[in-house]
């Protein structure tokens, strides 16, 4: 097997399935089930302690949380329909954090408590701006071979 071939795990209702958690996938689930637990928990304690002081806030942070956890699933999954859906996801993923990490810049007001996407990750150490652009490389390069999407 070269480098650039996928590897392939066996499954009754998918025979050829691309793993997409080896080498740095793994670092990736891991860093998204990390960002799973911070989003859903810190959203759901902010959600159910004190709604009525940032609704918009904590709406995003349970949103990213789930977002951050379907694309854990999907990395686990693996197989090329699962590698597309992740793809999309992690699209989407960036989009949201650029547009609320600008937002939160930008109106400050609209958001008087942070989200998982404030300031572009910086309470998550920039993880939630790095993460899609690495798992956006990653699974592109996991690509059956001429397929770019």
């Known amino acids: ?12 209702d998918e025979p050829t399935r691309t793993r ?4 740095p996938g793994i670092l990736l ?13 810190r959203s759901a304690y902010q959600i159910a302690t004190d709604f009525d002081r940032a609704p918009l806030a904590y709406s995003l942070s349970a949103v990213a949380g789930l977002v ?3 694309i854990t699933y999907t990395l686990v999954r693996g197989g ?15 989009v949201g954090v650029l547009t609320v ?3 939160t810049l930008v109106e400050p007001s609209a958001f008087p408590d942070a ?15 790095l993460l899609p652009l690495s798992a956006l490389y990653w699974l592109r390069k996991r690509a ?6």
């Open 115 to 129: 989200t998982v996407w404030s300031d572009f990750g910086i309470g998550y150490v920039f993880i939630p701006v």
């Open 80 to 94: 090329e329909k699962a590698r597309r859906a992740a793809l999309v996801c992690c699209v989407a993923e960036l």
């Open 1 to 12: 097997m070269t480098s650039g071939e996928a590897e392939v795990a066996v499954s009754e």
């Open 101 to 103: 990490g600008t937002w």
């Open 20 to 23: 997409l958690i080896s080498g």
């Open 29 to 41: 689930v891991w860093l998204y089930g990390v960002m799973v637990v911070g989003a859903v928990s």
């Open 144 to 149: 059956p071979h001429g397929d770019a999407a």
């Open 68 to 70: 951050y956890g379907f």
